[in-house]
C-alpha cells in the first residue's frame, strides 16, 4: 500500500519538459518569452503544475 505523498503517486506534467518554456526561460525578453508568459495566464495544466509545486514545498 502507498500513500499519498509517495512518488509512485506523483503526477507528471508536461510543463516540466516544455520545449517552449526551456527556450522562454534561456531568453526572457524574447518573443517566445513572452508568449509563454501570456499563455500561462490561462493555461489550465499550468496552473494545476503551480498548485501541486506549492503543495510539495508545504
Excluded: I
Amino acid at each position: 500500500m502507498t500513500s499519498p505523498d509517495s512518488p509512485a503517486n506523483e503526477k507528471k506534467f508536461a510543463c516540466e519538459t516544455c520545449p517552449m518554456r526551456k527556450r522562454a526561460e534561456a531568453k526572457p525578453r524574447s518573443l517566445v518569452a513572452r508568449l509563454w508568459r501570456w499563455h500561462t495566464t490561462w493555461c489550465p495544466g499550468w496552473k494545476a503544475y503551480q498548485a501541486s509545486l506549492a503543495q510539495t514545498t508545504k
